[in-house]
């Protein structure tokens, strides 16, 4: 079983910053990319950014320059420091993560897994 657990969010006026966190917890073997995705009422989820294990990043071109990706390995933990936040920015962001778990000695399975998605306001 892997977790994954968000934090962070919240209602910000526009030009302001929040950092989100997302925590996976369970029998970890290895984390592979992790990224953020965004959904605003009435619209499909989309990619915000992503980082790999090598820490490669890539962004949607709407938070280049704004947003920042970045995991701590050693915590199993990705953030999303968002900067100079726009009212467009509203909507539930949710932490994706794969990797592969721990299913008994020497076996893994991969994950594909999914927080539980955290509301990110931004008023003007």
């Known amino acids: 079983q892997v977790q994954l657990v968000e934090s962070g969010g919240g209602l910000v006026q526009a030009g302001g910053s929040l950092r989100l966190s997302c925590t996976v917890s369970g029998s970890i073997h290895r984390i592979n990319t992790m990224g953020w995705y965004r959904q605003a009422p009435g619209k499909q989820r989309d990619l915000v950014a992503s980082?790999?294990?090598?820490?490669?990043?890539n962004y949607a071109d709407s938070v280049k320059g704004r947003f920042t990706i970045s995991r701590d390995n050693a915590k199993n933990t990705m953030y999303l420091q968002m900067d100079n936040l726009l009212p467009e920015d509203t909507a539930v962001y949710s932490c994706?993560?794969?990797?592969?778990?721990?299913?008994?000695?020497?076996?893994?399975?991969?994950?594909?897994?999914w927080g539980q998605g955290t509301q990110v306001t931004v008023s003007s």
């Open positions: 980082i790999t294990t090598g820490d490669n990043t």
């Open positions: 994706n993560v794969r990797g592969w778990a721990r299913t008994g000695v020497n076996a893994q399975t991969n994950f594909d897994s």
